[in-house]
C-alpha cells in the first residue's frame, strides 16, 4: 500500500479580524484585474468543467481552473511577478498602480525616470519564469537562483527570458535566503518573492493580490456555468501564497457565505499541515524531495499564514502518488470530458478529490468534508507540462502509481 493521505481539521480560533484579508477585498482585486487586462496577450484561462466526472464520483460539479495557458507560460505564477514588479514601479514614480497601464510602465519614458534594476529571486522555476518575464519587458535585468535537483527545462525556459539563472546547491528555502542576500547587497536590487517574513511583507502582499486575478476569473466562471459558487475549493500551497491569495478573495468575497477550503502539500514540505496541528507556524527542513517543485517549501509566508490559519477548514498532507494519479486522470478523462494538461503541482487537488471519494480509508475526511450530490468542486491546476520529461514519465511510464 502506499503512503497514506494526512488530514487535519482546523482548530484555530476563526477570528472576524482577519489580518491581510483587506489585500483581497473586491476593490483590490479590480484594480488587479485591470492591470492584468492591460497586458498584451491577457484573457482567462479556461474552466474546464468535468462532468463525467463528477457523475462518476458522485457529486454536481467539477472545475479545474486549467493555468497551462497563462501569456503562453504555461503557469499561473507570472500573475504574482507581474503585479509586483508593475506596483514596485508605480511606487518609484509616486503613483497608485491603478493609475498606470502595463504599457505605461514599460515605455522608454518610465525606464528613464526609474533607472537600472535588477529583480531577485528564488523559484523551483515556474515563479522564476514569471518575474524574469516581467523583468525582461521592463528592458531590466534579473537574477534567478533554484534550488539543488531543479529541471533543466525549467531553467532553460527561465534563462530565455534573460535572466541570469543558475541551478545551486541548496533547498528551495536556502535559495531565497541567498537571494535575498544578494539582492540586499546590490544598490539596485530588489527582491522579489512570493515568501514573506519579518520586515519582508509589501512585495509578498502584492504577489499574493497577483494570483487573486486566478480566483476572480473561476469565480465569475463558475457563476456562468452553475449559476452559484463553490461549495468546496482544494488548493494547493507551497509557501502558501497562492492559497492564501485563494482564501482570502473567497472569505472577502462571500464573508459567511465562504466555501469550505481545504489546502494540500507535498507531504515532504508540508509546514502548513504541521502548522494546523501544532496551532503555531512551524517549519520543515531537508532536501524537500517531491516530486510536485513547486509546493517544495518549507517555510511558509506568514501574512498567508494569517488568514489560512483562521480561515482555511482542512490541512492535508499528499504523498506524490496523489498528484501522479490527478496528472493521469486529467490526461485521459472520462468521455465526454476535455483532457487538462497538469504537471506535478498541478494535479494534486484532483488526485486528492478522487481520492476522498473512492477510497474508504478516507471515509471520515470525506464526511467531515461533507461532500455528497450537492457538492461544487473548484480546483485550480496551476501548471502544465513545465518539466516535460517529468510530465511523461508519470503519465506514459506510470511513475508514482497509486497503489504499490
Given amino acids: 500500500m502506499p503512503e497514506a493521505v494526512k488530514w487535519v481539521a482546523n482548530r484555530m480560533p476563526a477570528d472576524k479580524d482577519v489580518p491581510n484579508l483587506n489585500l483581497l477585498a473586491p476593490g483590490q482585486v479590480g484594480k488587479v484585474r485591470a492591470f492584468h487586462a492591460s497586458i498584451p496577450g491577457y484573457a482567462p484561462t479556461p474552466l474546464a468543467k468535468l462532468d463525467g466526472l463528477a457523475a462518476y464520483l458522485g457529486v454536481k460539479g467539477i472545475y479545474v481552473k486549467d493555468e497551462s495557458y497563462r501569456f503562453g507560460l504555461n503557469a499561473f505564477k507570472v500573475l504574482g511577478g507581474s503585479f509586483a514588479v508593475g506596483n514596485y514601479i ?4 509616486g503613483k497608485d498602480i491603478s493609475e498606470l497601464s502595463f504599457e505605461r510602465i514599460i515605455s522608454k519614458q518610465t525606464r528613464d525616470a526609474i533607472g537600472d534594476i535588477t529583480f531577485y529571486t528564488a ?7 514569471g518575474v524574469a518575464w516581467a523583468a525582461n519587458r521592463l528592458g531590466q535585468k534579473s537574477v534567478v537562483l533554484m534550488p539543488k535537483g531543479s529541471s533543466q527545462a525549467r531553467l532553460e525556459n527561465i534563462r530565455k527570458e534573460g535572466a541570469q539563472a543558475s541551478v545551486t546547491d541548496m533547498n528551495y528555502d536556502d535559495a531565497v535566503r541567498a537571494a535575498n542576500a544578494l539582492a540586499a547587497a546590490d544598490p539596485h536590487g530588489v527582491m522579489v518573492q512570493d515568501t514573506a517574513w519579518e520586515g519582508y511583507e509589501e512585495i509578498p502582499g502584492w504577489i499574493m493580490q497577483g494570483y487573486a486575478t486566478m480566483a476572480s476569473e473561476a469565480d465569475e466562471q463558475l457563476w456562468a456555468a452553475e449559476s452559484g459558487g463553490p461549495t468546496h475549493i482544494f488548493v494547493q500551497a507551497g509557501v502558501g501564497s497562492l492559497a492564501g491569495a485563494v482564501q482570502g478573495y473567497f472569505a472577502a468575497s462571500y464573508q459567511d457565505a465562504c466555501p469550505l477550503t481545504t489546502v494540500i502539500e507535498a507531504a515532504a514540505a508540508d509546514c502548513l499541515f504541521r502548522s494546523a496541528e501544532a496551532g503555531a507556524l512551524v517549519s520543515v527542513g531537508g532536501d524537500l524531495a517531491t516530486i510536485m517543485a513547486g509546493l517544495a517549501c ?11 490559519k483562521r480561515r482555511t477548514r482542512f490541512f492535508v498532507s499528499a504523498p506524490d502518488w ?3 494519479r490527478g496528472m493521469r486522470l486529467l490526461a485521459a478523462p472520462l468521455p465526454g470530458d476535455s483532457p487538462v494538461l497538469s504537471g506535478e503541482s498541478g494535479a494534486v487537488g484532483v488526485g486528492l478529490v478522487s481520492v476522498i471519494l473512492t477510497d474508504d480509508n478516507y471515509a471520515e475526511f470525506r464526511q467531515a468534508l461533507g461532500l455528497g450530490p450537492s457538492s461544487v468542486i473548484l480546483c485550480f491546476s496551476t501548471e502544465g507540462d513545465t518539466d516535460p520529461e517529468c510530465y511523461r514519465k508519470v503519465v506514459w511510464d506510470g511513475y508514482c502509481p497509486s497503489y504499490q
Fill in 298 to 308: 518549507g517555510e511558509a509566508s506568514t501574512i498567508s499564514w494569517e488568514i489560512l
Fill in 322 to 324: 496523489v498528484s501522479g
Fill in 123 to 129: 523559484t523551483d522555476g515556474n515563479h522564476g519564469r
Fill in 90 to 93: 508605480a511606487q518609484r514614480l
